[in-house]
């Protein structure tokens, strides 16, 4: 009569440690949120509130934005129908055209280790410097070649300093007259500044912050290179390098939909390799910048 074969404990030691990596890999990377927030999505009525990012299709995949090679942030100018990037090495403040190329240059000095722009109103912007922590307002003419960050309004936050993980994102709130500043990570984090900039001179000078401690765990990224608030629907977009992927949140920060930049997904041929901007036009078109020049535009498809 034959024995039963029992595993050896060896085997089963090295079992027990392949699910634990398994299970720090997954945490690591937020698998185990990702996979419930997706099968509650296709279990649940489709929300005709969201903007819905998994209908994005690439219309225009890697294009190389032309004497460039540092690109980081991205923002959209309702007036002049253009988009604004800025760059941290030399640092430049870059318009460019809806389709990518380069409209004018405007040298940068003073800003440090700028991350971000956002646009605010007419000629108005914010630019992050992100080591330093500091949102620095700047005012642009159509003849301004250079910008002196000592001539600007600006202030600093100095909170969770820690390196290089400092802002990364910005986006605008024009209505509610909210900045949304992102924490890259370590922690990750999103601030609604109130406050800053000053638009009203008569008023006193009252600057509030304050962030969303269970949002921003709900979220199931890695981290945040970008933020765009659309101003139709009051939802936030939240633009992950590190985990491929584009995240809508609602005015309660839950997350509604997302969009992947991995290769075979919304069309893409190859996977995004640095995402570093969003920006979203009038018309719900999203444009992308990926490090070191590379130019992404997403639409969604006519009904």
């Known amino acids: 009569m034959r024995r039963l074969a029992y595993p050896k404990p060896l085997f089963l030691l090295l079992c027990f440690i392949v699910l634990v990596l398994l299970g720090i890999a997954g945490q690591h990377h937020r698998y185990f949120e990702r996979l ?9 009525p489709v929300n005709t509130d969201a903007i819905g990012l998994d209908g994005y299709r690439v219309t225009l995949e890697g294009q190389k934005i032309e004497g460039l090679d540092d690109v980081s942030a991205l923002t959209y100018d309702p007036v002049r129908k253009s988009l604004f990037t800025v760059t941290n ?6 318009e460019l055209s809806l389709d990518g190329r380069i409209l004018r240059r405007i040298a940068l000095t003073g800003f440090g280790d700028p991350e971000a722009v956002e646009f605010i109103s007419a000629d108005t912007y914010v630019i992050t410097d992100e080591r330093q922590q500091r949102l620095i307002k700047i005012h642009l003419e159509e003849d301004t ?9 600006q202030m600093t936050l100095g909170v969770h300093m820690s390196g290089n ?11 509610g007259k909210r900045l949304f500043v992102a924490k890259e990570r370590d922690p990750m984090l999103i601030y609604e500044v109130k406050g800053f900039p000053h638009y009203d001179p008569e008023k006193s000078y009252a600057v509030h912050v304050v962030n969303n401690p269970k949002r921003d765990a709900g979220l199931f990224v890695r981290d945040l290179s970008s933020l ?11 633009l992950s390098d590190e985990s491929w992927l584009v ?8 997350p509604l939909s997302t969009m992947s930049l991995r290769k075979g997904r919304q069309g893409l041929q190859a996977t995004v390799p640095q995402a570093e901007g969003i920006a979203m ?13 590379l130019f992404y535009v997403f639409k969604k498809p006519a009904q």
């Open 36 to 44: 419930w927030f997706n099968w509650r999505v296709m279990s649940q």
């Open 89 to 94: 090495k030399n640092s430049e403040l870059i």
């Open 145 to 153: 070649v250079f910008l002196d960050a000592a001539d600007a309004e």
């Open 165 to 175: 993980k400092g802002f990364e994102g910005l986006a605008y709130d024009s209505v």
């Open 228 to 238: 765009q608030y659309d101003e139709r629907t009051g939802h936030l977009l939240a």
């Open 247 to 254: 995240l809508e949140l609602d005015v309660d920060g839950r």
């Open 281 to 293: 036009d009038d018309d719900g078109t999203l444009y992308l910048v990926s490090e070191p020049n």
